[in-house]
């Protein structure tokens, strides 16, 4: 996979100046990619600066990865995925002040690494209404520029 990115996928994103980015998933999805370590060292392998690293606040918690850790991939992590850790719902105010803490953590560690885009990635039953309610949740923490 690293020599198919290198010598295929890496040419083309150049070509086009887009991105490429490596998304570690939780162990029971995959064998491969686990942290966000692994992909940005994976994402390295690439040889090539349109390959990035991705961290998805979901699976770094089923990880048990290092949240803190990633601010130190500074200039490379490139995205980032946020939802409830544990239920993979959009942010909201009913989340108890220990998943506030998290996200506090991923968005400094984001912050801190770089990455200036991040998504919500999560399951809905009403995405306008969800929507509104994470915004003002995640803006509620300060790290809007």
Do not use: Q, W
Request: hydrophobic residues 40%; proline residues 3%; contains cysteine.
């Amino acid at each position: 996979m690293a020599t198919f990115l290198k010598e295929i996928a890496s040419p083309i994103a150049s070509k086009y100046d887009v991105n490429i980015v490596i998304e570690p998933l939780s162990v029971g999805e995959t064998s491969m990619i686990h942290t966000v370590k692994d992909g940005v060292d994976f994402a390295e392998k690439a040889d090539f600066n349109h390959v990035f690293g991705l961290a998805d606040l979901f699976h770094v918690c089923n990880n048990n990865d290092d949240i803190d850790g990633i601010g130190d991939f500074v200039g490379k992590i490139k995205h980032a995925h946020i939802a409830e850790p544990e239920t993979r719902i959009f942010p909201n105010k009913n989340a108890d002040i220990g998943v506030n803490e998290i996200y506090k953590r991923f968005l400094f560690a984001l912050k801190k690494s770089g990455c200036e885009t991040c998504t919500i990635e999560a399951r809905t039953d009403n995405f306008r209404k969800d929507l509104v309610e994470a915004i003002e949740v995640l803006d509620g923490l300060g790290f809007r520029d």
